[in-house]
């Protein structure tokens, strides 16, 4: 069973709008950990944004924020202000608690286009 | 910029042949990940490494085997290579603490491993 989902495939948005990517999640752990990343083409993923499972509050680092709605186990990324250098794949990402090794389950991406 | 290195960055093997990937970690960090990545598609556990010992596995078989070094590099090694195994293998360095949960993990650019 996939334990993350993204629906979007592919998003265009303008530039200096915001954005959100949408991600919903799977577990029966109630300790687990959320994550974004980015992948630009040249292949890195880049740590974006990180939810904890008992954290009270949504987490926001500069232009990224995440929304977390525990009841629904959705885990969505908004981007405000897009820049041009957003383009790029994004993926959502859960760790669960329960696993004695860090394992990272990773969902199958949405590929951002930012237009001009 | 992560931190994590990993060479060659291209890499192009014929079915049945073996091969090594290199990865060097962030400084600080005693955990590193190995992941595969098929095209269009998310990134895929294979082990992870802790103190120099495999700790967890994801579904891939014995013949993607690894190591940890003292300085906490580490290898990826995959015998009698298939077809299948074209892909980005990207690793990953982490610092393991008690709350499994928040642990990021910091990713290298990748190796991208053409099987013909």
């Known amino acids: 069973a996939q334990k993350i989902t993204q629906t979007q495939p592919g998003m265009f948005v303008q530039e200096k709008e915001a954005v959100t990517l949408d991600c919903t999640y799977d577990?029966?752990?109630?300790?687990?950990?959320l994550f974004w990343y980015k992948q630009p083409s040249s292949g890195e993923m880049i740590f974006l944004i990180y939810?904890?499972?008992?954290?009270?509050q949504n987490a926001t680092e500069g232009r990224y924020s995440l929304n977390f709605q525990k009841a629904r186990k959705s885990a969505n990324l908004v981007i405000s202000a897009s820049q041009l250098g957003d383009s790029a794949m994004y993926f959502c990402?859960?760790?669960?608690?329960?696993?004695?090794?860090?394992?990272?389950?990773f969902g199958p991406g949405t590929s951002l286009s930012v237009i001009p | 910029e992560t931190g994590v290195t990993q060479s060659p960055t291209h890499l192009i093997k014929t079915r049945g042949q073996q091969v090594t990937l290199r990865c060097s970690s962030q400084?600080?960090?005693?955990?590193v990940s190995w992941y595969q990545q098929a095209l269009g598609q998310g990134p895929q556990f294979i082990f992870q490494?802790?103190?120099?010992?495999?700790?967890g596995r994801g579904n891939f078989p014995p013949r993607f085997s690894g190591l940890q070094f003292p300085n906490y590099s580490s290898e990826l090694n995959v015998n009698a290579l298939e077809l299948d195994d074209s892909a980005l293998y990207l690793c990953?360095?982490?610092?393991?603490?008690?709350?499994?949960?928040?642990?990021?993990?910091?990713f290298g650019a990748g190796t991208r491993l053409s099987v013909l």
């Open positions: 400084s600080g960090h005693n955990t």
């Open positions: 577990t029966s752990d109630p300790s687990y950990g």
């Open positions: 990402a859960m760790r669960e608690g329960k696993t004695s090794y860090d394992k990272v389950i």
């Open positions: 939810q904890g499972s008992y954290d009270q």
């Open positions: 490494y802790y103190r120099e010992e495999e700790n």
């Open positions: 990953a360095s982490s610092l393991r603490t008690s709350a499994l949960a928040k642990n990021i993990q910091y």
